[in-house]
């Protein structure tokens, strides 16, 4: 059981883009799994290493779970090729359902031996399951409920924020797209943020559930050559 402290301030680690840090009021909240979900393409990946860089720049250890294709060559450009983040972060390339849930668990055993762990990620959080558990809706539930519980177990012992990403699919009686995962993985998240494409190249970022945030909350910003750019 862990003493809770009213006065205690939850802290925020930065995204390191400005007009979004803005209106999450100075960036993901501490022992908080923020989700962040969109079409291909809408900047969920970029949004992530730009996150990891930005913690990892200022000392502290990023723990990286990818099943996305992460881009070397991308994150050299992001980061200006400095050495210094590259040491502060932890990459581990997931390739099935079963290695996603090993690489969290050895993760957890890792932060016990980090002097300042800082953030967790996980780029795509839903891929594998999507993929591997097909029509299995009780597996995926339990799969789903499992790997929250160690996340949400490992930021709030350490005090750090966690983002992932999730894909969409279309819901049929709502007529629109929706975050894979439904009322399981919403249950456990407490801040979610929508990407969209807009017209001329640019992206949207609204806020769509927040414990402490009004909702609806929106910027627009680019992704350029160097990272991204508020617009």
């Not at 301030?9 to 979004?20: E, F, K, S, Y």
């Not at 849930?101 to 957890?108: A, F, N, T």
């Not at 801040?191 to 009004?214: M, Q």
């Amino acid at each position: 059981m862990q003493k809770i402290e009213l006065n205690e301030n939850q802290g925020r680690t930065p995204i390191g883009l400005a007009c979004l840090d803005s209106i999450l009021n100075g960036g993901l909240e501490h022992g908080v799994i923020t989700e962040i979900f969109g079409e291909g393409g809408s900047g969920k990946t970029n949004i992530c290493m730009q996150f990891a860089i930005n913690t990892a720049s200022q000392g502290k250890r990023v723990f990286y779970l990818d099943s996305e294709g992460f881009s070397i060559e991308r994150f050299r450009q992001m980061s200006l090729d400095r050495n210094d983040i590259y040491d502060n972060i932890a990459l581990f390339r997931l390739n099935s359902l079963e290695d996603q849930e090993l690489s969290l668990i050895k993760v957890q055993r890792l932060m016990e031996k980090v002097k300042s762990p800082g953030a967790l990620v996980v780029d795509s959080f839903t891929e594998y399951f999507r993929l591997e558990t097909g029509s299995d809706y009780q597996a995926r539930v339990a799969g789903f409920q499992k790997q929250l519980a160690t996340i949400l177990s490992m930021i709030t012992e350490y005090h750090i924020p966690a983002l992932v990403t999730n894909q969409i699919y279309q819901d049929i009686d709502k007529g629109q797209l929706q975050p894979f995962g439904g009322y399981v993985i919403d249950h456990s998240v407490k801040a979610i943020i929508r990407l969209e494409k807009k017209e001329g190249g640019l992206r949207k970022a609204t806020v769509e559930k927040h414990r402490s945030i009004e909702e609806g909350r929106s910027v627009i910003f680019a992704i350029t050559a160097e990272g991204l750019e508020c617009r």
